[in-house]
Structure formats: structure tokens, C-alpha cells
């Protein structure tokens, strides 16, 4: 088994809260110079930068999962990610049909730029990316299973869009393949507060805003290989593989 060291929750420069400076390019840059093997595109409510991440890194052999941070009709923020562009492109949809269309203002909320490899703005996303769907994370979960993707709630233990502030708990019959932790969270913590059961797994990442952000934080994958399988199997604890929080 080998390990390989992930940080699944990045933030390009679409997400208005996050730096201009977080260009594709310089995420796959700064990736490499942190030593992950992994990383994730998590923009919030959209997936349009994600192949142009996968794409670049796949030049300096990092693995890319490609996705979108997800905000329920409950306020809960929540990692998903997809093998195929199709997937990808099905779920892309799905959000544009469901987000709440907040007019952005730029100069209170940030920029929201889709720009191409040579980083022309190709547009601005004119409605607020953070908005809530209007479907709640019930709903949002059955969709990502239909499609074969991931889901992973967010910084649980945060006391603002985590499920646990906006729940108080976790619904019996979601499905999820892991739990996020903030930056500094506690994984006995949460276990002892919330009586969430040992085999979850959970894993810590960066949730990187701007470029030094990126690997600061991340999570040991123990897998036979890199792709998409290996991945799934170490957040449900399969066949060996697993996840370290350092």
C-alpha cells in the first residue's frame, strides 16, 4: 500500500471569496511545490473550472477530483466530485437549475471569473455562487449517488455551514462516504459529541482561499494506486485502503 498525501477542498478564483491570484495554473503550481498527490476543485455552487485543473495537473502528475462545494436549502456546505466529465457536466446542470439567483455584486461579495488555459476571462458568473440550492442535502445526496460521485459534508465541526451547526445532527439515512474537519477540528471531538460511529471516516484539508493555503492542511490516502476507485475505497474503509489525519 502506498501513501499519498490530499487536499480536497480548494477554491479557485471563481469562488468570489477567494483570491484573484488562484488561477488554475497557480494551484497546480503550488500543489506540486507542497508534495500532494491529490487535490480536489471545490468551487462554490459550480464545477467550471474543474477539467482545466484536471488538466494542468494531470501535466505534473497530480490526480485531480472534480467537483464543486455544494450549499444545501439548509445551509450546509458539502464536498462532491465525479470521475467522468459527463457526470460532471449532469450535475453542473442540476445546479443552475436549482441555485438561488442572488445578483452578485462584485464590489461587496468578489469577482466571479471562468477563465481558459491562457487565463481569458471567458465570463462572469452574474449571480451569487454561494447562494443556497433550493433542494436540501437529502435530495442533493440521492442526485451525486445517481451520478456515482462523492459526497462528503464540510468542516463539520464549524459553527456556521457545517451540518451539525445547521442540523444539530446527522440524518439517519444520509449517505456520505466521509466527514470533513476544519483546519484545526477534532475528530475524538466530534465522535464523543455528536455519538457518530467509528468506521466514518474523516478526513482535513485546506479549504485554501489563496496559494499559500494549498497543501497547508491535508489528508493521507493509503491506496494501491491513484484514481477515482482507489479513492472511493479509502473514504469507505475497503478492501485495506484508508485515510491518516497527520
Same mark, same amino acid.
Given at each position: 500500500?502506498n501513501?499519498y498525501r490530499a487536499d480536497?477542498?480548494i @477554491?479557485?478564483l471563481l469562488?468570489?471569496?477567494a483570491s484573484?491570484?488562484?488561477t488554475? %495554473?497557480a494551484i497546480?503550481?503550488k500543489a506540486?511545490?507542497s508534495?500532494l498527490? $491529490? +487535490?480536489?476543485?471545490t468551487?462554490?455552487?459550480?464545477?467550471k @473550472?474543474s477539467?482545466?485543473?484536471?488538466?494542468?495537473?494531470e501535466?505534473e502528475?497530480?490526480f &485531480?477530483l472534480?467537483?464543486?462545494? !455544494?450549499t &444545501?436549502?439548509e445551509?450546509v456546505?458539502c464536498l !462532491?466530485?465525479?470521475?467522468?466529465?459527463e %457526470?460532471l457536466?449532469?450535475f453542473?446542470q442540476? +445546479?443552475?437549475?436549482n441555485?438561488?439567483?442572488?445578483p452578485?455584486?462584485?464590489?461587496?461579495?468578489g469577482?466571479?471569473?471562468? $477563465?481558459e488555459?491562457d487565463?481569458?476571462i471567458?465570463?462572469m !458568473? #452574474?449571480?451569487?455562487?454561494?447562494?443556497?440550492?433550493?433542494?436540501?442535502?437529502e435530495?442533493?445526496?440521492?442526485?451525486?449517488?445517481?451520478?456515482?460521485?462523492?459526497?462528503?459534508?464540510?468542516?463539520?465541526d464549524?459553527s456556521?455551514n457545517?451540518?451539525?451547526s445547521?442540523?444539530?445532527?446527522? #440524518? #439517519?439515512?444520509?449517505?456520505y *462516504?466521509a466527514?470533513?474537519?476544519?483546519?484545526h477540528?477534532s475528530?475524538? @471531538?466530534?465522535?464523543? =459529541?455528536?455519538?457518530i460511529?467509528?468506521k466514518? &471516516?474523516?478526513?482535513?484539508?485546506?479549504?485554501?482561499h489563496?496559494p499559500e %493555503? $494549498?497543501g497547508?492542511?491535508?489528508?493521507?490516502f493509503n491506496?494501491?494506486? +491513484?484514481?477515482?476507485?482507489?479513492?472511493?475505497?479509502?473514504?469507505? =474503509? %475497503? *478492501?485495506?485502503r484508508?485515510c491518516?489525519?497527520?
Amino acid at each position: 500500500m502506498n501513501k499519498y498525501r490530499a487536499d480536497l477542498h480548494i @477554491h479557485t478564483l471563481l469562488s468570489p471569496c477567494a483570491s484573484l491570484e488562484m488561477t488554475p %495554473q497557480a494551484i497546480v503550481e503550488k500543489a506540486k511545490a507542497s508534495g500532494l498527490h $491529490i +487535490i480536489g476543485v471545490t468551487d462554490h455552487n459550480s464545477t467550471k @473550472h474543474s477539467l482545466l485543473v484536471k488538466k494542468l495537473a494531470e501535466k505534473e502528475g497530480i490526480f &485531480t477530483l472534480t467537483g464543486a462545494e !455544494v450549499t &444545501t436549502k439548509e445551509e450546509v456546505h458539502c464536498l !462532491v466530485f465525479f470521475e467522468q466529465p459527463e %457526470q460532471l457536466i449532469q450535475f453542473q446542470q442540476y +445546479i443552475e437549475e436549482n441555485i438561488t439567483r442572488i445578483p452578485n455584486s462584485e464590489e461587496y461579495y468578489g469577482y466571479q471569473p471562468v $477563465i481558459e488555459e491562457d487565463e481569458n476571462i471567458l465570463e462572469m !458568473v #452574474p449571480y451569487y455562487l454561494p447562494a443556497a440550492l433550493k433542494v436540501g442535502i437529502e435530495k442533493i445526496q440521492k442526485r451525486v449517488d445517481e451520478l456515482n460521485g462523492l459526497f462528503i459534508p464540510a468542516h463539520v465541526d464549524r459553527s456556521v455551514n457545517g451540518i451539525l451547526s445547521q442540523l444539530g445532527f446527522i #440524518p #439517519p439515512s444520509l449517505k456520505y *462516504d466521509a466527514l470533513g474537519l476544519s483546519r484545526h477540528g477534532s475528530e475524538k @471531538h466530534v465522535i464523543e =459529541q455528536y455519538v457518530i460511529q467509528n468506521k466514518t &471516516t474523516f478526513i482535513r484539508n485546506s479549504d485554501a482561499h489563496n496559494p499559500e %493555503q $494549498i497543501g497547508e492542511i491535508y489528508t493521507v490516502f493509503n491506496l494501491e494506486e +491513484i484514481n477515482f476507485s482507489e479513492i472511493k475505497k479509502a473514504l469507505n =474503509q %475497503q *478492501d485495506n485502503r484508508f485515510c491518516e489525519l497527520p
